[in-house]
């Protein structure tokens, strides 16, 4: 291959849609719609259903179910709260291209699981489940470098809006985990901000990203089993 035809190769690659660089976003969401379908859709849409299906509640939790607090992230309570987590997570896309994916998957997965450790210990009889906690890790993320210009305008504009819309739907909807938004986007909003002043700490973030999905994908695994 010559000079010129690398040249080519290479604009031709990096001006490609911007979506596509950002891979592990859309495989979050495709896990997700596939624990929708594939794992609460048959055990059905009641409280024995979600509990079967991952959900997060304090007696599973105090009895040996660790799990819980990684497969309730993919636990969805119904089509509209599945549908408004994936576009909220899908909107925020260009975050992990921004970021990179190991700091990517390790602020969502810790966002999500803080987020289910508050909500379990403040709410003890309460039912858990969304990725809302994880998500909104992102969107602290998200605020943070919008607050530090990183985004230009417009970018930092779509950001904002979705998280404004975000908080709209929490305080409309009822039973709405609050709790656990809060936590996650403290979470995203600091660990990011650590991240930016220690870049020598990336090293051990790839360790924990990589922690993170495997013991996400066991937790899953037995969740699955034991529903």
Do not use: C
Not at 57 to 84: A, E, K, N, P
Request: hydrophobic content about 55%; glycine content about 14%; cysteine-free.
């Amino acid at each position: 291959m010559n000079e010129g035809s690398e040249t080519t190769e290479y604009v031709r690659v990096r001006t490609g849609p911007l979506w596509k660089r950002a891979k592990v976003t859309w495989v979050i969401i495709a896990m997700n719609i596939l624990w929708y379908f594939l794992i609460e859709t048959p055990r059905g849409f009641t409280t024995g259903g979600y509990i079967a299906s991952g959900a997060l509640y304090r007696f599973g939790f105090d009895h040996g179910g660790w799990y819980l607090l990684f497969s309730s992230m993919f636990v969805h309570f119904d089509i509209t709260h599945i549908l408004f987590n994936m576009v909220s997570l899908g909107s925020l896309y260009v975050i992990e291209i921004v970021i990179g994916a190991y700091p990517f998957i390790f602020l969502y997965g810790l966002s999500g699981l803080i987020g289910a450790l508050a909500s379990v210990w403040l709410q003890p009889y309460g039912l858990f489940g969304g990725a809302s906690g994880a998500i909104f890790g992102i969107f602290g993320v998200a605020l943070l470098l919008s607050f530090k210009g990183v985004f230009p305008k417009g970018v930092r504009n779509q950001l904002l809006f979705w998280l404004g819309l975000n908080m709209v739907f929490d305080f409309v909807q009822p039973n709405i985990d609050i709790i656990a938004h809060l936590a996650g986007l403290g979470v995203g909003m600091l660990g990011i901000w650590l991240l930016l002043g220690h870049r020598r700490w990336l090293k051990w973030v790839r360790y924990g990203a990589w922690i993170i999905s495997v013991v996400g994908v066991v937790a899953l695994i037995q969740a699955a089993v034991v529903g």
